[in-house]
C-alpha cells in the first residue's frame, strides 16, 4: 500500500503565495514522476506540473513563470511553491505519484486526498 498526502494549502490574497508539499510513504520499491493538478468548483480535473526522475519539469501554460516544483528524492517529497497567485488558481490541488512497488510490479499512479488553495481578497 501507498500512501500519498499534501499540506499546505489554506487562504490567500491575490498576488500572495503558498508553498504545498506531498510526501509519498509505504510499500514503494522507486518513484518516476511526481506532479501537481488541481479542480476547480464544476471544472475537469488540470494537470499543473510534474517532476521526472531525472529532475526535467512541465507546467501547464497558465502557471508558467509564478509556480515552481521541486523533489526530495531520499524523502520522496515533492513541492509547489506558488507565488502571484491569482482568484484563477482557486482550486483543490492534488498530488500524484508514479510508483513502483516491486521491481517486478508495473507502475501505478496513486493520488492524494487534495488540499484546498483558496485566492481572495
Known amino acids: 500500500q501507498v500512501h500519498v498526502v499534501e499540506s499546505g494549502g489554506g487562504l490567500v490574497q491575490p498576488g500572495g503565495s503558498l508553498r504545498l508539499s506531498c510526501g509519498a510513504s509505504?510499500?514503494?520499491?522507486?518513484?518516476?514522476?511526481m506532479g501537481w493538478s488541481r479542480q476547480a468548483p464544476g471544472k475537469q480535473r488540470e494537470l499543473v506540473a510534474t517532476?521526472?526522475?531525472?529532475?526535467?519539469?512541465n507546467y501547464a501554460d497558465s502557471v508558467k513563470g509564478r509556480f515552481t516544483i521541486s523533489r526530495d528524492f531520499p524523502k520522496n517529497t515533492v513541492y509547489l511553491q506558488m507565488n502571484s497567485l491569482k482568484p484563477e488558481d482557486t482550486a483543490v490541488y492534488f498530488c500524484?505519484?508514479?510508483?513502483?512497488?516491486?521491481?517486478?510490479?508495473?507502475?501505478?499512479?496513486?493520488w492524494g486526498q487534495g488540499t484546498q488553495v483558496t485566492v481572495s481578497s
Open positions: 517532476i521526472s526522475n531525472d529532475g526535467g519539469t
Open positions: 509505504g510499500s514503494i520499491f522507486r518513484i518516476n514522476v
Open positions: 500524484n505519484v508514479e510508483v513502483r512497488t516491486s521491481w517486478d510490479r508495473p507502475w501505478l499512479g496513486f
